[in-house]
């Protein structure tokens, strides 16, 4: 298990979650967190500094930037047998991370809307080659050349992928497969690179399992069951990953990290 991290809420519906607590209340920099809240809320990150307000979201275009700029990204893993036993597959990975920085208006994945097909086939086979060509499509709300693509990872495992990025792209969006599961990914949606009128330097956002809601699977192995309507992504709570049918899990973080 990881430490608790602070969690500052931001206005964007990210794909974060925050890290499980563990014995009672944590201080940081003078904010406390309850130990009530659920570990896989959406819209929860830790940030070195404050990220944007609904202010400063709204009046995005007219943020004076110096750009372009320089960031890595970190996937560490931890999804592993001792702590999920029920199920637990041989040769436990990760597909490799992609995704890249774009605008406002554009997205990679959104959760609660229905999975592209890009996204199925990422979500069911790892090939990240159907998402970086729905990426490549996004015209001037995208950074074709940006689009950065990983390794796999065996689980615990990690990896990292460098990006640029300018003003004009100030959102980060990245996805990787649980595998081997049916439709099971995690990342996050249009992570905002700015705060308090600045770029970030550093911001940790944990990790949960999202359901694409392109297959009935509900194991790890299960065999291809294609629903008769797809559902929304999701966040995939119970089992396998949690004994509480309520309970979505944290597997993994992304540490981000300016270089430049």
Not at 115 to 131: F, K, N, R, V, Y
Not at 196 to 203: H, R, T, Y
Request: proline share 11%; net charge negative; hydrophobic share 35%.
């Amino acid at each position: 298990m990881r430490g608790l991290f602070v969690c500052l809420l931001v206005s964007l519906m990210l794909s974060g979650c925050v890290v499980p607590p563990r014995e009672g209340p944590s201080l940081e920099d003078g904010a406390k967190t309850g130990t009530e809240a659920d570990p896989c809320q959406p819209g929860f990150a830790h940030a070195r500094e404050p990220l944007r307000s609904d202010e400063e979201h709204a009046m995005a275009s007219e943020l004076s930037l110096p750009s372009p700029v320089a960031y890595e990204v970190t996937m560490h893993v931890f999804w592993n047998a001792a702590d999920h036993p029920a199920d637990f597959p041989p040769n436990p990975h990760f597909s490799p991370l992609a995704g890249g920085p774009h605008s406002e208006g554009f997205r990679l994945w959104q959760p609660g809307e229905p999975a592209s097909p890009a996204i199925e086939i990422q979500a069911e086979t790892g090939d990240p080659e159907p998402l970086q060509n729905a990426y490549r499509q996004g015209g001037t709300q995208v950074l074709p050349n940006q689009f950065a693509v990983g390794e796999l990872v065996d689980s615990p495992g990690s990896t990292t992928l460098a990006f640029r990025t300018d003003s004009e792209h100030v959102f980060l969006s990245v996805t990787s497969r649980l595998a081997p599961s049916p439709d099971w990914f995690v990342g996050v949606s249009a992570f905002p690179l700015t705060g308090g009128g600045a770029w970030i330097e550093e911001a940790v956002i944990p990790l949960c399992v999202w359901d694409a809601g392109t297959d009935d699977g509900r194991s790890y192995a299960s065999a291809n069951e294609q629903p008769e309507t797809s559902h929304p992504i999701h966040l995939l709570k119970g089992f396998p990953l949690s004994a509480d049918p309520e309970q979505a899990t944290q597997v993994g973080e992304l540490a981000l990290r300016r270089t430049e």
